[in-house]
């Protein structure tokens, strides 16, 4: 059983930067760790995934060379750094896990956290 914990979500002006992390509690070895995102009325879309054991990454087109994904073993959390954030980026954000390397299809990812908030606006 996996359990994940997400903080680090706010309230900031469109240009700034935002760091979410996900506190993972089980055995994530050959796992890979997920982040989307869902703005009201709208689908949970992907963010970017990351492996657990090597490191690989993969990122939804609206938000490479903007967001950055990362693992700490030791501190078996994975963070999601945000910067020049926009308004589109609005949205609550998940972390998830899933066994299928790299996956990009919420309905891939088997364990989810509460999500986090956050809000980008002038």
């Known amino acids: 059983q996996l359990q994940l914990v997400e903080s680090g979500g706010g309230l900031v002006q469109p240009g700034s930067s935002l760091r979410l992390s996900c506190a993972v509690s089980g055995r994530t070895f050959s796992r890979t760790m997920g982040w989307f995102r869902q703005a009201p009325e709208k689908e949970r879309e992907f963010v970017a995934a990351i492996t657990w054991n090597v490191g690989t990454t993969s990122y939804a087109d609206s938000v490479k060379g903007r967001f950055i994904i990362s693992r700490d073993k030791d501190k078996n959390t994975v963070y999601l750094q945000m910067n020049n954030l926009k308004p589109d980026d609005t949205a609550r954000y998940y972390c998830?896990?899933?066994?299928?390397?790299?996956?990009?299809?919420?309905?891939?990812?088997?364990?989810w956290g509460q999500g986090t908030q956050v809000a980008v606006s002038s």
């Open positions: 998830a896990v899933t066994p299928f390397y790299l996956g990009t299809m919420h309905t891939q990812y088997d364990y």
